[in-house]
């Protein structure tokens, strides 16, 4: 999967600076909340996430090109700790908190339908490697007292991810338009070959340069 990410890269990449004096590159970066849906129990959370693209024509009505997200949530954590001392009925409890992080990098093809004079619409299918770790640390608290510190980090081992978002934009000019997303569709997919498909309610705000 690893490979094919590459290539595809390889030829995005080719596509954007190969291209004629007709063609166009877009820019278009955004930033919101956006919704762990790897974790169901965290529905009422929105953690940051920042996404960058560039792009150019493919056709009359497509963009092709490369796509960068990175999704961050801090959640505060708290119970018994997974380690109990060997002796004594008092437990030993944790307090910290755990961190969320999501980085993918891939490609996308995106395809404009125009809705009115300044507004468009246009879904975007992607294929993406995708890195998703989890990070908790915190203090350790034996009856009322300190007990030190721990961390753990668990990485899930996702290997990639397909899905296709629904996004509009309000054209200010013929080079600047603010984009908008608050759809999306996305299956990730385990090193095991186990799928993990989910509708998600993310809330992004960009701008698209194109020169």
Same mark, same amino acid.
């Given at each position: 999967?690893?490979?094919?990410?590459?290539?595809?890269?390889?030829?995005?990449?080719?596509?954007?600076?190969?291209?004629?004096?007709?063609?166009?590159?877009?820019?278009?970066?955004?930033?919101? @909340?956006? $919704? &762990?849906?790897?974790? *169901?129990?965290?529905?009422?959370?929105?953690?940051?996430?920042? +996404?960058?693209?560039? /792009?150019?024509?493919?056709?009359?009505?497509?963009?092709?090109?490369?796509?960068?997200?990175?999704?961050?949530?801090?959640?505060?954590?708290?119970?018994?700790?997974?380690?109990?001392?060997?002796?004594?009925?008092v437990s030993l409890n944790r307090y910290g908190k755990l961190t969320h992080q999501i980085t993918a990098l891939g490609v996308f093809y995106e395809r404009i339908f125009?809705? @009115?004079? $300044? &507004?468009?619409?246009? *879904?975007?299918?992607?294929?993406?490697?995708?890195?998703?770790? +989890?990070?908790?640390? /915190?203090?350790?608290?034996?009856?009322?007292?300190?007990?030190?510190?721990?961390?753990?980090?668990?990485?899930?081992?996702?290997?990639?991810?397909?899905?296709?978002?629904?996004?509009?934009?309000?054209?200010?000019?013929?080079?600047?338009?603010?984009?908008?997303?608050?759809?999306?569709?996305?299956?990730?997919?385990?090193?095991?070959?186990?799928?993990?498909?989910s509708g998600e309610l993310p809330f992004l705000l960009g701008v698209k340069f194109s020169y």
């Amino acid at each position: 999967m690893k490979i094919v990410l590459v290539f595809l890269g390889l030829c995005v990449v080719n596509a954007i600076f190969a291209q004629t004096a007709e063609k166009r590159v877009y820019i278009n970066p955004s930033f919101g @909340g956006y $919704r &762990v849906t790897t974790d *169901p129990n965290n529905i009422n959370n929105t953690p940051f996430m920042f +996404e960058g693209k560039i /792009g150019t024509d493919i056709g009359k009505h497509g963009i092709i090109g490369l796509q960068f997200s990175r999704v961050h949530q801090n959640t505060m954590v708290s119970g018994m700790f997974w380690q109990q001392p060997v002796a004594g009925p008092v437990s030993l409890n944790r307090y910290g908190k755990l961190t969320h992080q999501i980085t993918a990098l891939g490609v996308f093809y995106e395809r404009i339908f125009q809705l @009115g004079k $300044r &507004v468009d619409l246009f *879904p975007s299918a992607y294929i993406q490697y995708l890195d998703f770790k +989890e990070v908790e640390k /915190g203090n350790l608290i034996f009856v009322t007292d300190s007990s030190g510190t721990y961390e753990r980090k668990t990485f899930n081992n996702y290997s990639a991810r397909v899905g296709i978002n629904f996004n509009m934009q309000y054209k200010l000019g013929k080079s600047f338009a603010i984009t908008m997303r608050l759809l999306q569709i996305d299956c990730k997919i385990w090193d095991e070959s186990r799928k993990n498909i989910s509708g998600e309610l993310p809330f992004l705000l960009g701008v698209k340069f194109s020169y």
